[in-house]
């Protein structure tokens, strides 16, 4: 079974940074593109930022343009979310998503996805939060 676990939330000024880390448990992780999605309470899921399989592809929403990066390790299975310039509007669960162009068993093809349904597995969010 697939794991996506997040963790790095909390709380922060506004103004602030925080650094947003999850932990893919499927071996053919490599193969995967990985997207950072949030939710605010009232809307609907957003993507935030998606990186593909080998990092040369990277989206970003408009709204943290300039202020997120995304990065991944795939030796350690890992994607990282760094957030500067925090504020209240970027309070919200965040989630991370993974997914395959061509399937699990497909090799790596530099591909992000950036609608909710290009992605299969979810990991079950970790709560952000910027007080002004």
């Known amino acids: 079974q697939v794991q996506l676990v997040e963790s790095g939330g909390g709380l922060v000024q506004d103004g602030g940074s925080l650094r947003l880390s999850c932990a893919i448990s499927k071996d053919t992780f490599t193969y995967a593109y990985v997207g950072w999605f949030r939710q605010a309470p009232g809307k609907e899921r957003e993507l935030v930022t998606g990186i593909s399989c080998t990092s040369s592809i990277a989206h970003y929403g408009d709204s943290v343009k300039g202020r997120f990066t995304i990065s991944r390790d795939n030796v350690e299975k890992m994607v990282y979310l760094q957030m500067d310039s925090l504020g209240p509007e970027d309070t919200a669960v965040y989630y991370c998503?993974?997914?395959?162009?061509?399937?699990?068993?497909?090799?790596?093809?530099?591909?992000?996805?950036?609608?909710?349904?290009?992605?299969?597995?979810w990991g079950q969010g970790t709560q952000v939060t910027v007080s002004s």
């Open positions: 998503a993974a997914g395959f162009r061509f399937g699990p068993a497909a090799t790596c093809t530099d591909f992000v996805g950036v609608r909710t349904r290009d992605y299969i597995y």
